[in-house]
């Protein structure tokens, strides 16, 4: 079976500039995550879905930070423009979707590198 | 709020020597408690997890008990190997209706000599 799926592995880029990050999660997943992980930290949650409904967004800075997930598959994280400070690891995470149950395990992609300079 | 603390690194140890990173948790309620591991070059994947008080958790020679007594999941094992060389994320899920959000501790880096 195919893991979560992340495109670009690696992306550089100048700041003010836009940026797309694209994820395919483990088929029959309802729920996708999108994470941020600093240098030397843990991911933090930045949105998450159920199906193609956003039902947390409370940590997506929404100044220059965008997602969708259209058809409640395939999902795209954008930022626009982007600043220095964006420069992280960006990863998406798929489960099943039993919300209420602690077996809902979340499975990760391999993360997008970003680098603004 | 949740926070984990983990024991910081890096870690070096020799091949068949016995591994313990420290993990301890804040968290309201009944959290569950995970173990991730993250290879160089690959996304977190799930090591072991424990839902419950005194629940261990296993898999692949590692092991982790969830203890509330000292709000602590400490990771073990009894010889690791070179392959095991990775990054090692201790992380909770909130109880009831938060129960999908993992937070997460900054990670120990841990490198393993032949």
């Known amino acids: 079976e195919a893991g979560v799926v992340q495109s670009p592995r690696y992306k550089i880029i100048e700041k003010k500039q836009p940026v797309a990050f694209w994820c395919n999660p483990i088929?029959?997943?309802?729920?996708l995550y999108w994470y941020l992980q600093n240098l030397g930290q843990g991911p933090e949650l930045l949105i998450r879905?159920?199906?193609?409904?956003?039902?947390?967004d409370s940590q997506l800075p929404k100044d220059r930070f965008s997602a969708e997930r259209l058809k409640g598959v395939d999902s795209t994280l954008k930022i626009q423009p982007a600043e220095l400070g964006d420069s992280a690891v960006y990863l998406c995470a798929s489960s099943l979707g039993r919300t209420g149950s602690s077996t809902d395990t979340q499975y990760f992609g391999p993360g997008t590198r970003l680098t603004v300079l | 709020g949740n926070s984990v603390t983990q024991m910081e690194g890096p870690v070096t140890l020799s091949e068949e020597a016995f591994l313990t990173i420290n993990c301890t948790y804040t968290a309201t309620g009944y959290p569950s408690l995970f173990w991730y591991v993250q290879y160089p070059g690959e996304g977190l994947q799930l090591l072991l997890k424990a839902t419950k008080a005194d629940d261990k958790g296993s898999n692949k020679g590692f092991e982790a008990t969830y203890r509330k007594e000292t709000t602590s999941f400490h990771l073990e094992k009894g010889s690791v190997q070179v392959s095991d060389s990775a990054v090692y994320f201790c992380a909770l899920s909130g109880s009831g209706g938060s129960n999908y959000k993992l937070t997460f501790g900054k990670g120990t880096l841990l490198t393993v000599n032949p």
């Open positions: 088929s029959g997943h309802n729920t």
């Open positions: 879905y159920e199906n193609e409904e956003a039902v947390d």
